[in-house]
């Protein structure tokens, strides 16, 4: 069927979808190990799959510095997928969960696009196998019981001003950053989305229900008024925690609309949290299938970062493969011109963004891999424009290939999964752009100055207090966990390209030590985002034959 006019989720929804029994047995899922939820989605029970361990090669996507006009990187991943599978590599795809304060806010769905997509998409979108809402929960009795604790007698002396726990909801709501509670005597607190929430990290690296537990227990929500550490566990609700987390901890099987299946499973934002999908998920699918195929959310120096430096080395999945995604308006974004402005040719503009896909190759490099550039191509680049990106790999040594999976599904990934399919062979050649030990305030400097191509690092002055709580604890070689913006490599939005010369300024440090991590948080990065002025879900609606439109 020639679907090349039709929008996604027209697409979408015309696709013939196997039941999720075959998809499983196909990928190697024994039947006692397949939990259906419905007829086209299911999860897996790891603990039913047997022995084996995870070999498979992991092909990594990630990106340049992203724009508001989107890069379409998961449906490069999705195609990406297709496409080594078409070649006849026994293929797997890991990807995050949508989270709805993106799918009702700016970016829409997130499940890939025209003929590169996961389905059902409708539902994944939407409230999929419930584990969002088993994460929010979990959050949120923590923080109930944190202020039951206080009310009836506070026997561990935390002191309520010290409480860095807050409440989590699935939603864009600004009004929620900060408010007032009754509890501890009128604590003033905040929401997060539950994207950036400890127990999303918790559950995305996580390696079994043991390790989930364990990490719940270790959750600090704030400190005693000796200053001394108060946990999840000494308020016993990892328990609780654990028993709502059941069924959210088990990765979630779907299938592409070429069939080639798919687990989706965790959804940290990398803007804002670590970015990946979950570290069972991952696993998993290098149990099941020779490749897998994941993202890391945004850019480079966001989501493939964090992924190198915390998930690759907590869950030993470093990647054999690095793709980064690139498109020609990204690029003339990052040359100068405006987002209004970007359907005419203009390869001087394209060249002039360059910098900043060349920083992220860079990048990739430090880490050891040499790259794989996916152009992906949208309908009005030109073939000056796209000749510019590909001018520009060929004289530094880098792999591309001209990607139109959107248009043309598997068929159009075919040349990026011959390059893919070349370095498949090779062993994964990870390095760290700093040492395990390192220190958080020496891990922030590296990546700061390596990654981002800044001048160095200044603290606020609660952030440089939160360091020395952090290193009197002993939690200073715990990585990091940057939180900035996406657009730019900066603290700064709107300094694109490849800027330099700037500092970083880290405005407060934040121990998770359930997650096992330290994020900073830089510029004006916010943990709760707001709507903006013209919300996708003004433009979402359901039909009262039941069917959705406005999702894409």
Same mark, same amino acid.
């Given at each position: ?17 196997? !039941? ?9 899922? !024994? ?26 090669? /992991? ?23 297709? =496409? ?27 499940? &890939? ?78 929401? $997060?989305?539950? *994207? ?5 990290? /918790? ?8 390790? #989930? ?9 704030g400190f005693t008024r000796s200053g001394l550490p108060v946990t999840a566990g000494d308020l016993e609700a990892s328990g609780a925690m654990a028993m709502l987390l059941r069924d959210a901890l088990k990765p979630n099987l779907v299938q592409t609309i070429a069939g080639t299946p798919a687990l989706v499973h965790g959804g940290p ?19 099941? =299938?020779?490749?897998? +195929? ?6 480079? $120096? ?18 054999? +493969? ?28 394209? =060249? ?36 510019? +990106?590909?001018?520009?790999? *060929? ?36 390095? &760290? ?20 191509? &800044?001048?160095? /690092? ?20 715990? !990585? ?12 700064? !939005? ?9 500092? /970083? ?13 330290? +994020?900073? #948080? ?18 979402? $609606? ?11």
């Amino acid at each position: 069927m020639n679907n090349e006019a039709l929008d996604d989720a027209s697409i979408a929804a015309t696709a013939h979808l196997k !039941p999720i029994a075959e998809i499983a047995a196909a990928a190697g899922v !024994p039947d006692e190990a397949l939990e259906p939820y419905g007829r086209h989605q299911g999860k897996i029970d790891v603990a039913c799959l047997g022995g084996g361990e995870p070999t498979g090669a /992991v092909v990594l996507v990630s990106a340049m510095s992203p724009t508001p006009a989107g890069e379409g990187k998961s449906t490069v991943t999705v195609g990406l997928g297709d =496409a080594l599978a078409a070649a006849g590599h026994r293929t797997m795809i890991a990807l995050r969960e949508p989270s709805l304060g993106p799918v009702f806010g700016l970016k829409g769905g997130a499940t &890939g696009g025209g003929n590169a997509q996961i389905v059902p998409m409708v539902s994944i979108n939407l409230h999929f196998t419930g584990d969002f809402h088993a994460i929010t929960s979990a959050n949120n009795l923590l923080a109930a019981m944190v202020d039951n604790h206080l009310h009836h007698g506070n026997a561990l002396d935390l002191d309520p001003e010290s409480i860095s726990f807050k409440r989590v909801l699935d939603v864009n709501d600004r009004a929620l950053r900060r408010i007032r509670l009754d509890s501890g005597g009128g604590r003033e607190t905040g929401f $997060d989305i539950t *994207a950036a929430s400890e127990v999303m990290a /918790v559950l995305c690296l996580a390696r079994d229900m043991g390790d #989930l537990k364990a990490r719940l227990g270790r959750i600090t929500v704030g400190f005693t008024r000796s200053g001394l550490p108060v946990t999840a566990g000494d308020l016993e609700a990892s328990g609780a925690m654990a028993m709502l987390l059941r069924d959210a901890l088990k990765p979630n099987l779907v299938q592409t609309i070429a069939g080639t299946p798919a687990l989706v499973h965790g959804g940290p934002f990398a803007n804002i949290a670590h970015g990946c999908n979950s570290a069972i998920a991952t696993d998993t699918a290098r149990r099941l =299938a020779d490749v897998v +195929v994941t993202e890391a959310g945004f850019g480079a $120096d966001l989501g493939a970062e964090k992924f190198l430096d915390i998930k690759a080395r907590a869950a030993d999945c470093a990647p054999t +493969v690095v793709v980064l995604v690139a498109t020609v308006r990204a690029l003339k974004m990052h040359g100068g011109r405006d987002k209004a402005d970007l359907a005419g040719s203009d390869p001087t503009a394209v =060249a002039a963004g360059l910098p900043n896909l060349a920083r992220h190759v860079r990048n990739v490099r430090r880490y050891g891999y040499e790259p794989v550039v996916a152009l992906n191509r949208f309908g009005t680049d030109g073939d000056e424009e796209l000749a510019v +990106v590909e001018n520009y790999c *060929a004289d530094n040594g880098v792999r591309c290939a001209i990607t139109e999976v959107h248009a043309r599904g598997a068929a159009g990934g075919a040349e990026l999964a011959r390059h893919v399919g070349a370095l498949l062979g090779q062993t994964p050649s990870y390095r &760290g752009i700093y040492p395990p030990g390192a220190d958080v305030e020496e891990q922030i400097e590296a990546i700061v100055r390596q990654v981002y191509g &800044g001048d160095g /690092v200044e603290f606020a002055p609660e952030a440089r207090a939160q360091l020395e709580r952090i290193r009197a604890h002993g939690w200073e070689r715990l !990585p990091v966990c940057i939180a900035k913006t996406q657009y730019s490599f900066s603290d700064d !939005p709107s300094l694109l390209g490849a800027p330099s010369g700037f500092t /970083v300024r880290v405005r407060e440090l934040v121990p998770k030590t359930g997650a096992g991590f330290v +994020v900073a #948080l830089t510029g004006t990065v916010m943990t709760m985002p707001g709507l903006p002025a013209a919300p996708a879900a003004e433009r979402m $609606d359901v039909h009262d034959d039941g069917t959705v439109a406005g999702l894409f």
